[in-house]
């Protein structure tokens, strides 16, 4: 690998097809046997952003796809609690990596992950996955997350809507700060305040 992981392996580009999605959701009315969907529960967290997302896709499934989404908002640790549960139809969720490997998302979807929370289960994923965990070639283990990425965008297991970022200003005199992009987001161990600088 000579670039990152997203100039390898790019995602998938989806173009919105209502038409097409018009017709899948026509086929699985018809094999499950009903008239018309139930409304469906989106269960969303109680912030600012969760609740403008969880609103504008409730009202493009209604709008395109004619599906009634009642939208159940909860605090923290209650969403937490009903995704443990399995108690929703879509969620709207997010992940911050725990430590700097591509493994960090890469495995969210095997079978066995407890984060799991859709229940997503595919033989082929779980093949996938045990790869990028174990290959000691940097190159095969790379294409194997180019494998797990393509699926997730096939199988439709998840619908990214964005990729959360910050810009912050920090004090000159404020020393030894520091800000990760990978677990744990702020560190003030070592730091300290330069009062010559003043």
């Given at each position: ?14 173009q ?33 952003i ?42 709207l ?8 490997d ?30 990028a965990?174990s ?15 393509r699926l ?47």
């Amino acid at each position: 690998m000579s670039e990152s992981f997203q100039k390898e392996y790019p995602p998938v580009r989806h173009q919105m097809n209502v038409e097409k999605a018009r017709e899948h959701l026509e086929l699985a009315r018809q094999e499950l046997g009903l008239d018309e969907f139930p409304p469906l529960m989106m269960l969303a967290g109680d912030t600012p952003i969760s609740l403008l997302s969880a609103e504008y896709y409730q009202q493009l499934f209604r709008k395109n796809l004619g599906l009634e989404f009642r939208i159940d908002v909860q605090i923290f640790k209650q969403r937490l609690e009903k995704m443990r549960q399995g108690e929703f139809d879509i969620v709207l969720s997010g992940w911050g990596p725990d430590y700097n490997d591509v493994l960090t998302y890469g495995d969210l979807f095997s079978s066995w992950n407890l984060q799991n929370r859709g229940r997503y289960d595919s033989p082929e994923m779980d093949s996938w996955i045990r790869i990028a965990q174990s290959e000691l070639d940097p190159q095969k283990r790379m294409d194997a997350f180019g494998e797990i990425q393509r699926l997730l965008y096939e199988d439709v297991v998840i619908l990214p809507m964005y990729e959360r970022g910050f810009s912050f200003v920090v004090d000159s005199r404020l020393q030894n700060f520091r800000r990760r992009s990978v677990g744990p987001e702020v560190d003030y161990n070592y730091a300290y305040i330069d009062s010559s600088s003043d």
